[in-house]
Antibody, heavy 121, light 107 residues
């Protein structure tokens, strides 16, 4: 059974850098794309970006200047770094696996439970 | 970016009802359309991928149809566990984008 688990600080101050990790269990990271998706409280879903085990990445242009996604397949883990956070970055952050590696992909079949990140001013 | 819209934004239904939710893309996305169900405090759950393919483990009362710009999610014989918010999502091109959601609640 594939499981994803996010971890990271729940509270940040404006202008700080957010670091989140996602541990993958029950599956090898090879052959899948690994994504970050967020959801502000009471609002809809926003795709942040993905990474492939080769290190290939693709980011949402709306966040690209502030986002870095990295991967450590030896630890079955991938991570999100978001710089210069503001209150607008307050959201539930999810990590998710894509169902297949074929492009264009984008079918998210396994998700973490999510971790709430609050940015205070 | 491809914009996704959904209608209605919310609906009230009873157990046993047939429910239909519509999703529209701002450009042709062929059949690169997925549907998710989200319950309060939980992560979204993939129901339908590629417009009409049922994800493993999802009950057959869920079905999807459409292509191009117009898509539909149908729930036949609504069950108590189906009261939730439903999102469509295009996977034709990045950035992947989601619709605003349709909340299905109890009439």
């Amino acid at each position: 059974q594939v499981q994803l688990q996010e971890s990271g600080p729940g509270l940040l101050k404006s202008s700080e850098t957010l670091f989140l990790s996602c541990i993958v269990s029950g599956d090898s990271m090879s052959g899948h794309y690994w994504n970050w998706i967020r959801q502000p409280p009471g609002k809809g879903l926003e795709w942040i970006g993905y990474i492939y085990p080769t290190g290939a990445v693709n980011y949402n242009p709306s966040l690209e200047s502030r986002v870095t996604i990295s991967i450590d397949t030896s630890k079955n883990e991938f991570s999100l770094k978001l710089t210069s956070v503001t209150a607008a970055d307050t959201a539930m952050y999810y990590c998710a696996r894509e169902r297949v590696a074929a492009r264009p992909g984008g079918q998210f079949d396994y998700w973490g439970q999510g971790t709430l990140v609050t940015v205070s001013s | 970016d491809i914009q996704m819209t959904q209608s209605p934004s919310s609906l009230s239904a009873s157990v046993g009802d047939r429910v239909t939710i519509t999703c529209r893309a701002s450009q042709n996305i062929y059949r690169y359309l997925n549907w998710y169900q989200q319950k309060p405090g939980k992560a979204p759950n993939l129901l339908i991928f590629a417009a009409s393919s049922l994800q493993s483990g999802v009950p057959s009362r869920f079905s999807g149809s459409g292509s191009g710009t117009d898509f539909t999610l149908t729930i036949n014989s609504l069950q108590p566990e189906d009261f939730a918010t439903y999102y469509c999502q295009q996977s034709y091109s990045t950035p992947f984008t989601f619709g605003p959601g349709t909340k299905v609640d109890v009439k």
